[in-house]
């Protein structure tokens, strides 16, 4: 199976716009997903199908697509906003997980 | 509210065996594909298996680091899902999650993990 590559850690100000991309081969063609997890906590699904957000979910947070890569975008970023970012898809039958990003905001 | 709720973890000596059930409740358990995922400590997500619906063939699948090593069970009456773990190495120590997790449609869900410490 192909790997998902993340930065190991990205930073933001408060209110700045934080980008986390996440590169694989045929990725493009691929959904992705994105999952949020905080320090003792289980993850939890932030965006699926590429760009879709589920319900409860800020909208300061979005996916996009080109090409292989992936990218999380978080517009305004808040403190609480702080923790681990992974991106995930399928191939075949297999779920990948990139390798995760710590969102630090500072 | 839905509800995955893990149990059976533990410490264990490496080539020893362990079994992790997970509870399910407030969603179609008959029809779910239900996975496991780990997490080795201060490190990222490692996908284990998958088991699909008995509908869909109940077959299942296996990252290559456990493959032959480790086996996802379902019991559908029980709502439970099980993961059998055998020859168990240092480095399958890990907080061990059940989950559903979105292949296209959104089904995703955790429970709150449990942990296996495999070591000497």
């Known amino acids: 199976s192909s790997a998902l590559t993340q930065p190991l850690s990205v930073s933001v100000s408060p209110g700045q716009t934080a980008s986390i991309p996440c590169s694989g081969e045929n990725l493009g063609k691929k959904y992705t997903c994105w999952y949020a997890q905080k320090p003792g906590q289980s993850p939890f699904l932030i965006i699926y199908?590429?760009?879709k957000r589920p319900s409860g979910i800020p909208e300061r947070y979005s996916g996009s697509i080109s090409g292989n890569t992936a990218t999380l975008t978080i517009s305004g970023a808040q403190a609480m906003d702080e923790a681990d970012y992974y991106c995930?898809?399928?191939?075949?039958?297999?779920?990948?997980f990139g390798g995760g990003t710590k969102l630090t905001v500072l | 509210d839905v509800q995955l709720v893990e149990s059976g973890g533990g410490l264990v000596k490496p080539g020893g065996s362990l079994r992790l059930s997970c509870a399910v409740s407030g969603l179609r358990f008959t029809t779910a594909w239900m996975n496991w995922v780990r997490q080795a400590p201060g490190k990222g997500l490692e996908w284990v298996g998958r088991i699909k619906s008995n509908n869909d063939g109940g077959t299942t699948d296996y990252a290559a680091s456990v493959k032959g090593r480790f086996t996802i069970r379902r019991d559908d009456s029980s709502n439970t899902l099980y993961l059998e773990m055998n020859s168990l190495k240092v480095e399958d120590t890990a907080v061990y999650y059940c989950c559903t997790l979105t292949v296209v449609t959104l089904n995703d869900n955790w429970g709150q993990g449990t942990r296996v410490i495999v070591s000497p």
């Open positions: 995930q898809a399928w191939d075949n039958s297999a779920a990948l």
């Open positions: 199908q590429d760009n």
